[in-house]
């Protein structure tokens, strides 16, 4: 029988990763049309793969394809936004109240280490975010639903399209700490009622934020 040689990793999905990362970076800023044969050149690639790594970020919400006139970063309006929030509170405040119930004391020790270089974070945006990030997949984690998760990192990522604008507010960094440390209250104490709502409130605060 022949052996099949799988690769680690198939080349349109290494494309839609560096992809991702630039409309992230906003390198690749919203609204803006992506140069497939430019983008091909500097790869060292041919179109189809660059294609391929483009029908992935279009199934993410990243990127919008348009008939006659090829692929544009996603625009995201006031009502996007709001639908995006609303699922994403909807969604983790039902895991931080299942964290809350459940959760051994070795998973909750590893949440507020996670909390505290939050903490520690407060006067760097960028690492702060990242942090923010790394702690709400951790409670998803903990909770243990995979189809919750995979609806949150997808809808995570339309969220990472506005996220800058989020975090410019002033103030706003502090505030969520703030709701950070009344979430971790709420876990610690077991209140699966409050650590619901505290999480259901910070996606509300985070939303205002960024409208």
Do not use: C
């Amino acid at each position: 029988m022949a052996v099949t040689t799988l690769t680690p990793r198939a080349l349109y999905e290494e494309v839609a990763e560096l992809l991702r990362q630039r409309i992230f970076d906003r390198t690749l800023e919203p609204g803006s049309w992506i140069d497939e044969l430019k983008l091909a050149e500097e790869y060292g690639i041919s179109r189809t793969p660059l294609r391929e790594a483009l029908k992935v970020l279009s199934t993410e919400g990243l990127v919008t394809m348009k008939v006659r006139r090829g692929a544009y970063v996603t625009e995201v309006s006031e009502t996007d936004l709001a639908d995006v929030y609303h699922l994403l509170g909807l969604l983790e405040s039902d895991a931080a109240g299942v964290v809350a119930a459940r959760a051994t004391p070795e998973q909750l020790a590893d949440l507020q280490a996670i909390h505290a270089e939050l903490e520690a974070a407060v006067d760097d945006r960028e690492l702060f975010f990242a942090i923010n990030e790394r702690f709400h997949m951790r409670l998803l984690a903990v909770a243990n639903n995979r189809w919750r998760d995979q609806m949150v990192a997808d809808l995570r990522k339309v969220m990472k399209l506005n996220r800058h604008n989020s975090l410019l507010k002033s103030g706003r960094i502090q505030e969520s700490l703030r709701e950070h440390r009344a979430l971790m209250q709420a876990l610690e104490a077991k209140d699966a009622p409050v650590a619901t709502q505290r999480m259901l409130e910070h996606f509300q605060n985070g939303l205002a934020a960024a409208a």
